[in-house]
């Protein structure tokens, strides 16, 4: 079992990575302070490991559930709303505690709700898929889609502690699967080289989910991310390496319709956009570009644009991004393996160079 | 001119109090970041001081409206979204300015989508009721209603700047008006004695609108307020005597329905509530109660429960209120005149027979 404290001054909470955790109330049970509860899960992961977390629960005066929809079409106010009508239609008060059992989606609108139930309330991650187990469980960041842009309305909101299992990962859909491995490619592209070697030497016991690798992984990007954010906890200036590959992939889920690429593939083809934009920017040579497309090929990810998308497409986009401070455009480039910087004034036209290059029409 | 800050580390703003501030662009410009803006007033006030406001504000690259329906019914999750839909449709970014033009419906709907908004943006309040200017300047308290509690769902999120123009105050309808004035005479019942005498002296200068005397008085209220919130910003302990006369008084509104009592006629009826109760706990004599009840006469304010509001229907409410603190009632009494205490274990046939001796059935 890996554990370690994300550093946040009063807010710090720790992250448990392991397995059998789930069953075993001795590890929620600490960080739950008054005497109700209410998870949020969905209805694939509900019938998986629902009753398994309930088991250890049975004792509070309250215990609800709210079931939502799956998937990243759901993620929106309307849903959300579900959240606030369980807890009121139950009475649950200030000294409630949410549980998010589920992926990236139901921790990010659980995590929200959360944070606007009564001004906020306690919640405690419980990921279950690869993606929200090395980029949900540190970093803040929670809320809901709008149909004209992705997580454009949130907070930032710390949970009570993140229980990481790894066992929930043996259920998880390969595509799934695959889009959590971009996530940790990504981490050993930004800012931990001797972590990207380490994928390359273990991508094959990281591909059959071998549970040791796997919280190897899961614990070696939960520190990196810890890292870039505790200095910069509301996103002003370092922590926005983190995005690296992001603005070119929200560009692609938005335009392909929220749901049809998972957020993981969009942001693989992404950051070969990046390192490609690098490239052209004399940051990383070519060769680095093969082992990341090689690495992704073997995670069965996508290394280009979709087919049907225009360089028009993604820049209409990634005007309204977050990442669009006062006209300019911000991205995040590579000056080497594990060295990523963020940068305002890219030329447009190499943007677009980099974009055709990578399939984009 | 009245003006102070409002200290909370980096979070701290001004509030500038006075007339002829709504024209003038040089109390506005220093504490807009961006060259984007965004007002989000009603179709009340828009028509009486939007062109004054956004003479100033011609200058930024974006300075958008959106005008919301007027009233508490409209505090809701879907108005909030129109905010959202407006804000992504005109593509503001992190670095835009939300400025709240209108009364605490308005001010608490604006803060909580700048709260959200990319989670989180600047923003701006310009109170134009009496009781937004008094009661929520400060305290950064944001947030909707849900049909089943009011203020249920919010964020803590702090204004950059608050301009209180006592010259707004003229248009405000007699009602409204009247409400404020029942927060005013709060400030001086939970924490300043010699306020209230104040106001007993100056009741007639403040019923007239006097700019003067209001100005002394938001100017005395937000200061009260600004020292009880400083040292709680989150709401653990001391700032719940602000709510004196809230618990009751959304009870009325909630069960009445939002809208037919103002919510500063709810909080009088609510105080004088309190006041009963706190004298049936030994804490106040039936003198200051007359006084009271005096004061909200002047200003045609209720001093008794709804007459078709049983005693059952405030206790059933009062259940899910955010004061319940595992099952126990929190409620806010005065030991003595501008001496406000949180008590925990109010004994529940008192509060029914102090319910029932203000007219409750």
Not at 121 to 149: C, E, M, R, W, Y
Not at 173 to 179: D, G, H, L, V, Y
Not at 234 to 250: P, Y
Not at 303 to 308: A, K, Y
Request: charged letters at 25%.
């Amino acid at each position: 079992m890996h554990s370690f404290n994300v550093e946040l001054g009063e807010r710090s909470y720790p992250i448990v990575i392991g397995s059998k955790l789930l069953g075993d109330s001795q590890y929620l049970l600490p960080y739950i302070r008054g005497r109700q509860v209410c998870v949020v899960t969905n209805e694939t992961v509900a019938p998986l490991y629902l009753a398994q977390l309930l088991d250890g629960l049975s004792d509070f005066d309250k215990f609800d559930v709210v079931e939502l929809p799956d998937g990243e079409a759901f993620k929106t106010l309307e849903t959300l709303n579900r959240i606030f009508d369980t807890l009121l239609e139950q009475r649950h008060n200030r000294s409630t505690t949410l549980i998010a059992l589920g992926g990236g989606v139901v921790g990010d609108m659980c995590g929200f709700a959360a944070a606007c139930y009564q001004r906020g309330v306690d919640f405690i991650q419980v990921p279950t898929t690869l993606l929200a187990q090395v980029d949900s469980s540190v970093g803040g960041k929670t809320g809901v889609n709008h149909p004209l842009g992705k997580n454009m309305i949130g907070a930032f909101y710390q949970p009570r502690l993140v229980l990481a299992d790894m066992d929930t990962l043996g259920t998880l859909p390969e595509r799934e699967f695959s889009a959590g491995i971009a996530e940790v490619i990504k981490y050993g592209l930004i800012c931990d080289a001797p972590f990207f070697h380490w994928i390359e030497s273990n991508i094959d016991a990281l591909l059959i989910r071998d549970p040791r690798a796997l919280a190897y992984a899961v614990d070696r990007c939960c520190r990196d991310k810890a890292e870039v954010v505790a200095s910069d906890e509301r996103e002003g200036g370092r922590r926005a390496i983190l995005n690296f590959g992001h603005t070119f992939g929200h560009a692609i889920e938005a335009v392909q319709g929220y749901g049809r690429w998972l957020h993981g593939e969009a942001v693989a083809a992404g950051m070969v956009m990046a390192l490609e934009l690098s490239r052209l920017q004399g940051g990383v040579d070519s060769e680095l570009l093969e082992r990341v497309c090689n690495l992704l090929q073997r995670a069965q990810l996508p290394q280009r644009s979709p087919e049907d998308m225009r360089v028009d497409d993604f820049l209409r986009v990634m005007q309204v991004d977050k990442k669009v401070i006062d006209g300019k455009l911000r991205l995040v480039l590579l000056r080497a393996l594990g060295d990523a910087k963020v940068v305002d004034d890219t030329p447009m036209e190499k943007v677009m160079e980099a974009l055709r290059n990578c399939g984009a029409r």
